[in-house]
């Protein structure tokens, strides 16, 4: 679930503007023309999947919904039901293509299944349409690399839906990141530093989110869209566990936990760690066998950095002393708790870290790049990819960071551009 954008009101944007209304006319969007915005207009947005995730995401600050899509008829009367009052004058839509042509919408947020999020975001951007996509970024690294072009080629603004490098208590550490920032910048901890993830340190990797390699085939229920529904994905007979609320399971729509907290956990590691312009050069497993369609466990996912940093993800919980933080000078804990003397006095010493943009409607009025965009947020969604490419593999890999692509691996870097379904494409 997101956080909800901090906005200036409108009563504040009238007060200041009183004195200037003789020189200045507040001007409709429309009457702007496309990707021109009135500073007081409240912006429209279309909601692409209406399940739960979708419909808490309608009543966003600073924002109108003015039309909703999803592939299953049911989700799209729930979606109407939660508008309420609000419901009024809201289309409708089964296929999100015909949606994002709609001239009166300005942001489409993209809350299906990740095996969709690359495709329908990368459409809504050459729609010229500016972007509120839901965690992971992308289901591969090559949708990824597609979408940051689509992005930065149709001149859009897109944000990438998870807050914690900028907003909100960073789970077991008790603090939010900014800190956490301050702290790795300060040098006190040293460097290389090792980030441990793990239930010990405050993070749960949700292995509940495991496949079922035995579904039986059953009937599509009748408000369902099916096929629309699998879209690019591998066809597969319909079984309920494949989709909705047990979708995560499913190499083909997800990755389990990783995919569904991975970038939750590990963009605020790359943030502070100063990674957003690079990835990891290698990933290490160590898991059983996964099943060719349905997501199993493993016990531990070792990424290292090209200057010897390393993230740890810790899924066993075998490290149970393990600090969260550990460099060649100290250690951070959880509740930010730490075995240098007097931490919080020496940090007053240094400076706080450069300010982000964190109101996405703010972003998208001045044309701003948001704090977690396409770039930074493809290069969180690849230290998830890696892993997911890793673990169905069953072997350790090595990761070239500018060219984008594994070392000496072919049957890695197939999985790369993944192939779709036709008439899917990105």
């Keep these: 679930m997101g956080k909800k954008e901090i906005h200036s009101s409108r009563r504040s944007f009238l007060r200041n503007s009183v004195g200037a209304l003789a020189a200045f006319t507040i001007v409709p969007r429309h009457v702007l023309g496309r990707g ?4 007081s207009d409240q912006l429209t947005k279309a909601v692409v999947g209406t399940g739960g995730m979708g419909r808490g995401h309608f009543g966003y600050a600073g924002t109108r919904v003015v039309a909703i899509c999803d592939v299953d008829k049911s989700h799209i009367q729930k979606g109407l039901d ?8 809201v289309k409708t839509f ?13 942001i489409v947020h993209v809350a299906t299944p990740p095996h969709w999020h690359g495709i329908i975001a990368a459409d809504a951007a050459k729609a010229g349409k ?32 998870t807050w914690f490098r900028f907003s909100d208590r960073f789970y077991g550490m008790g603090t939010t990141v900014e800190p956490i920032k301050k702290l790795v910048n300060s040098g006190l901890l040293g460097w290389p530093l090792k980030v441990t993830v793990s239930r010990h340190t405050g993070f749960d990797w949700k292995f509940f989110w495991v496949g079922k390699t035995n579904l039986a085939p059953q009937s599509v229920p009748k408000e369902l869209d099916y096929d629309m529904w699998l879209g690019p994905a591998p066809y597969k007979p319909y079984n309920p566990h494949r ?13 389990g936990g990783l995919g569904d907290m991975g970038q939750h956990y590990l963009d605020p590691i790359q943030y502070f760690l100063g990674k957003d312009d690079t990835s990891p050069v290698s990933v290490e497993i160590d898991a059983p066998q996964q099943h060719i369609d349905a997501v199993g466990t493993w016990r531990k996912i070792t990424y290292t950095y090209a200057d010897g940093c390393q993230i740890i993800l810790d899924g066993a919980g075998t490290e149970t002393k393990a600090a969260y933080i550990e460099g060649p000078n100290g250690k951070l804990y959880p509740g930010f708790k730490s075995d240098i003397p007097d931490l ?12 982000q943009v964190t109101d996405f409607v703010e972003a998208v009025k001045r044309r701003q790049k948001f704090a977690l965009n396409e770039e930074n947020g493809h290069r969180s969604a690849t230290i998830v990819n890696m892993g997911k490419i890793a673990l169905q593999l069953g072997r350790n890999l090595k990761f070239d960071p500018v060219k984008q692509e594994f070392i000496g691996d072919e049957g890695a870097n197939k999985m790369i551009f993944q192939p779709m379904r036709g008439p899917w494409t990105i």
């Design 243 to 255: 989709v909705h609320g047990t979708f995560r399971g499913y190499w083909d729509y997800d990755g």
């Design 344 to 355: 919080e006095k020496k940090l007053a010493a240094f400076p706080d870290p450069a300010p």
């Design 36 to 39: 021109y915005l009135a500073p």
């Design 130 to 161: 500016d972007i509120w996509c839901e965690k992971p970024m992308t289901a591969t690294i090559g949708e990824g690399k597609r979408l940051v072009e689509a992005v930065q080629q149709h001149g859009r603004i897109f944000r990438l839906n």
């Design 94 to 106: 089964t296929d999100y293509r015909e949606l994002i042509q709609l001239p009166e919408v300005d």
């Design 82 to 89: 939660a508008l309420k009052d609000k419901a009024k004058g």
